[in-house]
């Protein structure tokens, strides 16, 4: 018995030797899957943080944001240059006219007019022109040479002179082509047909009626703009489109290089 006993209670021992044994080797997997858990956790806020600063820096958009601005704001201006344009203004705009140009080319007009003039000078700038001989009559002349102005029929250009002013270039332009529908439309077509002695006609808002006589006749690039200037001496008017070449009357385009100009001195 005692011998029974004595290998029962050994092998009750080894048996409860190996279970605290289980024990202790579980209590170590799993201080080691927490060690393993915190190891794994910094990389982990490490790879949310990107987001975060990217969320956080909204500088570098703004600035992306500015550039572009910059960038298409000369696209526009662009647009607004080539716009439906059939072809190019016979006489460039100054950039710095506006209305308060022609409200202080209208009253410099009528300064020198009060000194020596044929009559009193308009308060409206706007005129009238009519040549039989381009089969053209009450074409309205309203101030400037951009689209808006020329689409309406003849435009004066800015800074040039009046009739009614002496010593006057007044320099009109008028497009070859033109827009349907309006008094544009082929309104300086026939200008190459004017000859020496053909009679033109411009009358101002007061009703006055100024006669010039074609005197000669000019043909000079699209950068030449001493045609706008005055004739020392003369009363002039000059009547100005677009040519295709030195010589080409009648191609409809589509370059106009040259600047025709038929120049008429004042009769009456």
Same mark, same amino acid.
């Given at each position: 018995m005692t011998r029974f006993f004595g290998t029962g209670l050994g092998r009750l021992g080894l048996y409860l030797l190996g279970i605290v044994a289980l024990f202790a080797i579980g209590a170590l997997a799993l201080a080691g899957a927490g060690m393993l858990s915190g190891a794994n956790a910094e990389p982990t806020e490490r790879a949310i943080q990107p987001i975060g600063a990217q969320e956080a820096t909204p500088e570098p958009i703004a600035k992306t944001a500015a550039e572009t601005a910059d960038k298409t704001e000369p696209?526009?201006?662009?647009?607004?240059?080539?716009?439906?344009?059939?072809?190019?203004?016979?006489?460039?705009?100054?950039?710095?006219?506006?209305? @308060?140009?022609?409200?202080?080319?209208?009253?410099?007009?009528?300064? @020198?007019?009060?000194?020596?003039?044929?009559?009193?000078?308009?308060?409206?700038?706007?005129m009238t022109l009519s040549v039989p001989a381009m089969g053209i009559s009450g074409i309205p002349v309203v101030e400037g040479t951009g689209e808006a102005s020329l689409s309406q029929g003849a435009g004066h250009y800015i800074g040039s002179g009046y009739p009614w002013v002496p010593?006057?270039? &007044?320099?009109?332009?008028?497009h070859r082509i033109g827009y349907p529908g309006t008094p544009s439309d082929h309104v300086f077509w026939n200008l190459p =047909?004017?000859?020496?002695?053909?009679?033109?006609?411009l009358t101002d808002?007061?009703? &006055?009626?100024?006669?010039?006589?074609?005197?000669?006749?000019?043909?000079?690039?699209? &950068?030449?703009? @001493?045609?706008? =200037?005055?004739?020392?001496?003369?009363?002039?008017?000059?009547?100005?489109?677009?040519?295709?070449?030195?010589?080409?009357?009648?191609t409809e385009g589509p370059n106009w290089f040259v600047r025709y100009v038929v120049r008429a001195d004042r009769v009456s």
């Open positions: 696209e526009d201006k662009a647009e607004q240059i080539e716009r439906a344009v059939k072809e190019p203004t016979p006489v460039p705009d100054d950039a710095s006219a506006s209305a @308060s140009a022609s409200a202080s080319a209208s009253a410099s007009a009528s300064a @020198s007019a009060s000194d020596d003039a044929t009559g009193p000078a308009p308060a409206d700038t706007t010593g006057s270039n &007044t320099y009109i332009a008028g =047909n004017l000859g020496v002695g053909d009679q033109i006609y808002s007061n009703g &006055t009626t100024y006669t010039y006589a074609v005197s000669e006749i000019l043909e000079v690039p699209r &950068t030449d703009l @001493s045609v706008t =200037n005055p004739v020392p001496g003369r009363d002039v008017v000059s009547l100005q489109t677009c040519i295709e070449n030195f010589g080409d009357y009648w």
